[in-house]
Every structure is written in C-alpha cells, then in structure tokens.
C-alpha cells in the first residue's frame, strides 16, 4: 500500500484557512454624535432642555441627559440629568434653579468609546 504525503498538507493547509476565515475584526466603536437643543419655559426657577442624539457611534448608548453649571463647558461631573433616550430627541425639565442666574447646558450621551457633548447652550433665569 502506497501512503500519500499530500494529505497532511492539505488538512494543514484547510485548518489554516479556518483559523484565518474565522478571525474577524472586532466593530469599531465611535463616540455618540448629538445636540443640545434650545431652551424653552425658562422661569424664574424652572426651564425645559433638551438634546438629540444623532449617530449612537456604533455602540449601545448606556447614559443620556443634559449636564449643566453656572460656569462654561459643563460636563458629568457638574450637575446632570439622567434617563433619556437611547436615541432621538428628547427633553427635561430642570427645577429648583436660582433666579436671574446664567446657566449653561450640553446634551450629553455616553457608550463604550465615552462620553461625548453636544454644543453649549446658555440661558438665564428670571428675576
């Protein structure tokens, strides 16, 4: 009986192909694109903001809301509201603000690449 030394090579050669045809790159995740919608109701305590997110960046959106503060480019780490949507637009209502004070705003949304912020709206209360 003749044995055959092609047979190796070619098992060699199939189970390589495999390993390569199932590697596959992983999807590449973006940041969340979005804006920050004009302020509208503004009272002397209250008004309502809002945002949309436009481009979720490829990744599930896994916090929303509008972030806000007293002084410029305000960021999660100032005062913010939570639970909006996934995407789309979408409002809130602040409440228990100081009146005849300048407040600033940005949507902001939030996946597995990071946080992104919408552009800088300001507004100030009532007296």
Same mark, same amino acid.
């Given at each position: ?18 390993i ?25 305590? *209250?008004a ?9 960046g ?19 780490a100032? *005062?913010?509201?939570?639970? $909006? ?14 009146? $005849? ?5 940005? $949507?902001?949304?939030?996946?597995? $690449? ?6 800088e709206?300001s ?5």
């Open positions: 009986m003749k044995k055959s030394f092609f047979s190796l090579p070619v098992i060699a050669l199939i189970f390589i192909s495999g390569f045809a199932s590697c596959k790159k992983d999807d590449v995740v973006n940041m969340p694109v979005l804006t920050t919608a004009a302020v509208t109701n503004v009272t002397s305590t *209250t309502t903001v809002g945002g949309e997110i436009t481009d979720n490829g990744g599930d959106i896994t916090a929303s809301g509008v972030c806000y503060a007293t002084v410029a480019a305000p960021t999660t100032n *005062t913010y509201t939570t639970g $909006a949507p996934a995407s789309g637009a979408y409002t809130t209502d602040l409440t228990a603000l100081a009146p $005849a004070t300048t407040y600033y705003l940005r $949507a902001y949304a939030t996946n597995s $690449a990071g946080t992104s912020y919408g552009n709206v507004f100030t209360t009532l007296p």
